[in-house]
């Protein structure tokens, strides 16, 4: 089952495609197609300039532009120059672009003409050389250089010197609880994924047709919508953000590239196409499979999506630090809904209960611990933090979970976001399932506050389909019916939207904040 051939350096699986599919469209956009043919000599030019700009084997270099065929190409091209692909989200504050650059050490920075004044003003505050390289059209004449240029002019040859085991990409966390933290990953991890999951689970092949809103400074889309496209010689339509309206046009219409096989995304993006669509239908004749990772996928949405859809949606759940995927649903045989699926082939898992250290029996309740080739050598520059998640060759998620007599397993939350109430455990995962049962509800999510007797009660923040229409009784009621007494929400607020990541997980700290300064 498992295509260890896959499991090669980049410079091998561009080299092999160059030659058996080199007119084959790679990565396109709505400004720019590459081919595979293109694709193995871009990569190199582009690891040859970077080398002649100063990086070292082992140098980083940060990217921070907006989803796009260059982006692609950068994440291939600075491993081939022995270097390490450093992604920041294009829209995070000011003050985490400088976090990143700063503890990253990066000293090139390849951006677009949307972010390159907040580069400018970073690198004026910081002392160095540092070499700017602008995608798309080049605003200006600070000394910044054009990518398109560069593409068109000579440089050394790629060092292509990394070997499987090597550190080539650096994500951070998505920072939900903190202040985010750089994740090593290696060539030889995030190719075991593409070759343990997306290849023979998922059934991602050359003649796939992937249209992907992903955001690609996140894990999930760095190894299945670059590295798994680029692995198996599949073709991706690039979009430059989620936009229903965008989506169900590629969808319906599909490109010169072919019509849209797969589609991938986090849950929300689900909610939006379900709640536009339902009544029409996708109208994607090709599509044959849609995935979600990223964040919890909730039972009513997976089924009422295939119901009104006919496309099997397979979840997933994955993290920065196992180079994405851990589990997955299977397009064939039994599936769990509200299940996250079994572990990929290979994998070994351990649910562990955090007080007693034991392993718990089927339907307890324990942290996910992971063994496996896919698991991040460690943190940047933390060798506490490292050495706290990594022990005796597991990694321990913080993620809590419960399997069944069959070993799908079903992540019940963080062991951080706990919600203790009288002693009662309370998931916010679980409470939020029930406040999305609610019709009028289109987003919901719940943090624990502060009680003088209890310890803490849940609060839900919710999203109203239509904004101040919301009658917080009536979704009270509905949790009622569907909750123990202590899970319901002590108090229910509207907001216009909930704050999340680019991969769908809730910054419960923001809402937090929000609650500590509402007092």
Known sequence: MLRTELIRTVPDLLADHARRR???????????????????????????????????????????LDNRVETAEAYLAVPRAGGVAVCANPQAATAEVAHILDDSGSRIVITDAAHVDVVRGLVAERDGAFAVIVAGDLPGDAGELSYAELLTRESSPPRDCLGLDDTAWMLYTSGTTGRPKGVYLTQRGCFWVV??????????????????????????????????????????????????????????????????????GVPTMFHYLLDRAGADGLGARRLRMCVSAGAILPAALNEGFERAFGVPLLDGYGITETSTMVTMNWPTGSRVMGSCGLPLPGLTVRLVD???????????????????????????????????VLVDGWYRTGDLARRDEHGYLRISGRTKELIIRGGENIYPAEVEDALLACEPVADAAV????????????????????????????????????????????????????????????????????????V
Do not use: M
């Not at 034991?358 to 460690?378: K, S, Y």
């Not at 009660?457 to 917080?472: H, I, K, N, S, T």
């Not at 607020?493 to 999340?500: M, Y």
């Open 22 to 64: 080199p007119e084959k469209v790679a990565f396109v956009d709505d400004h720019r197609a590459v081919t595979y043919g293109d694709l193995a000599g871009t990569t190199a030019r582009l690891a040859g300039h970077l080398q002649d700009l100063g990086l070292e084997q082992g140098d980083r270099a940060l990217l921070y």
């Open 195 to 264: 070759a343990a999951c997306w290849a023979p689970i998922a059934g991602l092949g050359p003649d796939d047709v992937v249209l992907s809103p992903l955001p690609l400074f996140h894990s999930y889309a760095l190894v299945l919508c670059v590295l798994g496209i680029a692995a198996v010689g599949a073709t991706e339509r690039i979009l430059p953000r989620f936009s229903v309206q965008d989506v169900l046009a590629r969808l319906r219409t599909g490109g010169p590239e072919g019509e849209v096989t797969v589609f991938p």
């Open 447 to 518: 943090v624990g506050a502060p009680h003088g007797q209890l310890g803490e009660v849940p609060v839900a923040f919710v999203v109203p389909r239509r904004p101040g229409e919301l009658d917080a009784e009536q979704v009270l009621a509905v949790c009622r019916e569907r909750l123990s007494y202590f899970k319901v929400p002590a108090e229910v607020i509207e907001v216009d939207s909930i704050p999340r990541t680019g991969s769908g997980k809730i910054l419960r700290f923001r809402l937090q904040q929000q609650l500590a300064e509402s």
């Open 354 to 388: 955090p007080v007693s250290g034991r392993d718990v029996l089927p339907g307890e309740e324990g942290e996910l611990w992971v063994q496996g080739p896919n698991v991040t050598p460690g943190y940047h520059n933390l060798p506490e933090a490292t050495a706290a």
